[in-house]
């Protein structure tokens, strides 16, 4: 069964910084796909990124951007000039591509964005 | 589009009682998902449904929980008889099936069930 690690349970940082959360995964897989979710307080999930896995590239998305090392099993989210409203939980996401369509979720982290 | 719907936004209701979560996916989606979300055990799946057919029920919990999609705009998730641990969110998502523009899960804004 896949398994996604998020090491991180909370961050904090100052308006206008760059972050880095981390997450991992393992599967046996070769093709999937890796998402990460925001929930902020309003209790929404919002997606944020996808990257496919047979894709080298990384993805990007505004100021959200991916590092995803297949080999390493990692898929880390750098969000750069951090905003107010970029304040929530983040969780990334695995999902095969056999068969069953589920997301396998981490535990999420936390993050804030201080003034 | 209005996204999925989900209703009520929060119930509360005492131990023993039934209770039903609602959920109306965005038209045209083919699959339709149910997740619980603690503090304790994070976002985990409960079942889903491809096309109104049930094809994964591994994560309901217990027989008190059950699940149905009687047609495609309208999925319920029903506790019977609800217990205190079962306070948690509950989510409902719904997608394209892969291959379709690759569309992920959409999700709704989620059932806050608290069990006195």
């Known amino acids: 069964a896949q398994t996604v690690t998020q090491s991180q349970p909370e961050m904090s940082v100052q308006e206008a910084e760059t972050v880095t959360l981390s997450c991992t995964y393992d599967t046996s897989e070769s093709n999937y796909y890796l998402f990460w979710y925001k929930q902020p307080p309003s209790r929404q999930m919002i997606l944020v990124i996808r990257q496919e896995a047979y894709k080298q590239q990384n993805a990007t998305e505004n100021r959200f951007s991916v590092n995803f090392q297949k080999a390493a099993k990692s898929f880390s989210l750098k969000i750069s000039d951090s905003q107010l409203g970029d304040t929530a939980m983040y969780f990334c996401?695995?999902?095969?591509?056999?068969?069953?369509?589920?997301?396998?979720f981490g535990q999420g982290t936390r993050l804030t964005i201080n003034p | 589009d209005a996204g999925v719907i989900q209703s009520p936004r929060h119930e509360v209701t005492e131990m023993g009682q039934e209770v039903t979560l609602r959920c109306k996916p965005i038209s045209g989606h083919d699959y339709l998902f149910w997740y619980r979300q603690t503090m304790m055990r994070g976002l985990e799946l409960l079942i889903y449904?491809?096309?109104?057919?049930?094809i994964d029920d591994s994560g309901m919990p217990e027989d008190r929980f059950s699940a149905k999609m009687p047609n495609a705009s309208f999925s319920t998730l029903k506790i019977q008889p609800s217990e205190p641990r079962d306070s948690a969110v509950y989510f409902c998502?719904?997608?394209?099936?892969w291959g379709m523009g690759n569309q992920p899960q959409h999700f709704g804004d989620g059932t806050r069930l608290s069990i006195l």
């Open positions: 998502a719904s997608s394209l099936a």
């Open positions: 996401a695995f999902m095969t591509l056999q068969g069953a369509q589920k997301l396998v």
């Open positions: 449904f491809n096309n109104n057919v049930p």
